[in-house]
């Protein structure tokens, strides 16, 4: 049974306090978990006003179809939150 973990370091850029942050941060997390039915949360950088990991894991009886779910995932994040950018991302499958 593969399973899929999604990592996404992002950047708020103009995000002033950590109040800011989650509130920008919660409708990424939303939308992911009622589009894709992923887990999602914040991992890291929960100190930082202006970054953050955010982390999805799916899992399926067939990787492709884990690597596809992620994948499209992390389109979704590029095309519909113009106001975050994407520092870098990783798919591990396990």
């Known amino acids: 049974m593969p399973v899929g ?5 992002i950047r708020l ?4 306090s950590l109040k800011e ?4 941060i919660k409708p990424v997390l939303a939308r992911l978990h ?10 890291d ?7 953050a990991l955010l982390a ?7 990787r492709v179809q884990v690597q596809r779910l992620l994948q ?7 095309d519909h939150f113009l106001d975050i950018e994407v520092l870098d991302h ?4 396990i």
């Open 90 to 93: 990783h798919i591990e499958l």
């Open 13 to 16: 850029p103009g995000c002033t």
């Open 5 to 9: 973990v999604l990592s996404i370091h």
């Open 56 to 62: 999805c894991a799916a899992l399926s009886n067939d």
């Open 21 to 24: 942050k989650r509130g920008r």
């Open 45 to 51: 950088l929960q100190d930082h006003w202006q970054e």
């Open 72 to 78: 499209k995932a992390l389109e979704d994040v590029h």
């Open 34 to 43: 009622r589009e894709f039915n992923v887990s999602a949360a914040e991992m």
